[in-house]
């Protein structure tokens, strides 16, 4: 039974049958079948009514027979270089999904944007709030009484300030005749 070799166009992309396939790979119809049917290229259809391959399938695994020829945009005149039916296909296939890409990045560009004017927005008005309190706080600041603050002492002065409670304790004995006593107490501590 003989297909037609008449490309299959569904929702504007081209499909490959498999004689075309062949063709753009520069590959035997055995070779592509076997590639499908071994899972390497996913293909609509079956074998008894043919296959239709995406251009971005078959050129994903089998390299194109012929590259595409560069274009010279400097020359006004120059004529087009011809390319063939699948470097067309793969050309389209790759201006789609870039334009896919371009609007799924714009759309995520947008919603960052927006994300990100209000968190900026947040960040002003806590900014705000923080610099109102620190002036309330400074005017409480402004208006309290100066309070007088006592030197810390030291471990040393309260030994001598006791040192000295201890002498002035040990004269008023003295006169009572207590004082011998209590020297006789602090010689052995010295």
Request: net charge neutral; aromatic share 6%.
């Amino acid at each position: 039974m003989e297909h037609s070799e008449t490309p299959i166009v569904t929702s504007s992309v081209t499909l490959f049958s498999l004689g075309e396939a062949a063709k753009e790979v520069g590959k035997s119809k055995t070779t592509i079948s076997r590639a499908i049917k071994s899972g390497k290229i996913s293909a609509e259809g079956n074998g008894d009514i043919g296959y239709q391959i995406q251009p971005c399938e078959l050129f994903r695994v089998f390299k194109r027979v012929t590259p595409a020829q560069p274009l010279h945009f400097g020359e006004v005149d120059a004529p087009l270089p011809q390319m063939g039916r699948g470097e067309t296909l793969m050309l389209q296939a790759q201006l789609e999904a870039k334009t896919r890409e371009c609007d799924f990045m714009e759309k995520h560009f947008d919603e960052t944007c927006r994300l990100l004017e209000g968190q900026l927005e947040d960040t002003r008005t806590e900014r705000d709030k923080w610099q109102q309190q620190a002036r309330s706080t400074q005017l409480l600041l402004d208006h309290q009484p100066a309070v007088e603050k006592t030197p810390k002492r030291s471990p040393w002065s309260s030994m001598v300030i006791g040192f000295l409670f201890i002498i002035s304790i040990a004269l008023l004995m003295d006169r009572t005749g207590g004082f011998t006593a209590l020297l006789a107490l602090i010689k052995p501590l010295t």
